[in-house]
């Protein structure tokens, strides 16, 4: 026991360390988690939605999959599906714009920028879906997209948010004639930030995986259908 204690108090140590070196040498990352590898003193750092590698002080970094060569797993891509896991009952889907199609027993939470054109796209494939609840959050990349944060303000403060969002996703139109109402629209956007969102369109599923990117309704399918 006292073995164990020792060892969890270096990694402790060390994964401090790490932290410690890589927040003086690259101050705009944020570290999300440090984890021992399999490999003894290499370290696996979560930060900016990726996976790299350092040793225990931090002076060398790697990028790149980690491979178990026995049964040939990608080791980086199994972690990182792991670390982006999202529990879905923990989201704030009262501040999500819900469209419920047949049953909705199918649940998909999505984090979209009304002007991110993949976005666009993948409301089209998600146009094609039956019996599923999809929670839709506003999440504005503004950086990138200047003016997008006002245009979701508006279709939240729609009186049917549902038909201002399929109307600008799908058609490219807004109606600015909306009541002023208070939109969680920056709550979103710190939520996404703490959930490590590196763009849009991302998908969770209500078993907890993450998908970024726009993906064809027949992988949607697929994905949804391995949720008891």
């Known amino acids: 026991m006292l073995i164990g204690i020792l060892i969890a108090h270096s990694a402790f140590a060390d994964e401090e360390t790490i932290r410690k070196t890589l927040d003086e040498r690259y101050p705009r990352i944020s570290i999300q988690s440090v984890s021992p590898t399999p490999i003894p003193g290499l370290f696996e750092v979560y930060a900016n939605g990726q996976i790299v590698y350092t040793d225990k002080q931090g002076d060398y970094m790697l990028a790149g999959p980690m491979k178990e060569t026995r049964n040939k797993t990608n080791l980086t891509q199994q972690r990182l599906e792991a670390v982006q896991m999202i529990n879905f009952s923990t989201l704030p889907l009262d501040k999500a714009i819900l469209v419920k199609r047949g049953n909705g027993e199918r649940r998909i939470a999505v984090f979209s920028d009304p002007d991110c054109p993949y976005c666009k796209a993948l409301e089209k494939e998600l ?33 049917d948010r549902a038909a201002a969002w399929s109307d600008y996703m799908l058609h490219s139109k807004l109606d600015s004639k909306t009541e002023p109402c208070i939109a969680p629209i920056q709550d979103i956007v ?5 959930l490590g969102m590196q763009g849009t369109p991302a998908l969770v599923f209500s078993d907890g995986k993450r998908v970024e990117g726009a993906i064809p309704v027949a992988e949607i399918e697929k994905l949804l259908s391995r949720i008891p």
């Not at 959050?137 to 979701?152: S, V």
């Not at 710190?190 to 703490?194: F, V």
Request: glycine share 8%.
């Open 190 to 194: 710190r939520l996404g930030a703490t």
């Open 127 to 159: 146009g094609l879906l039956d019996n599923v609840s999809i929670y839709t959050f506003l999440y504005p990349l503004e950086d990138i997209h200047p003016g997008a944060t006002a245009k979701a303000e508006t279709i939240w403060c729609a009186k």
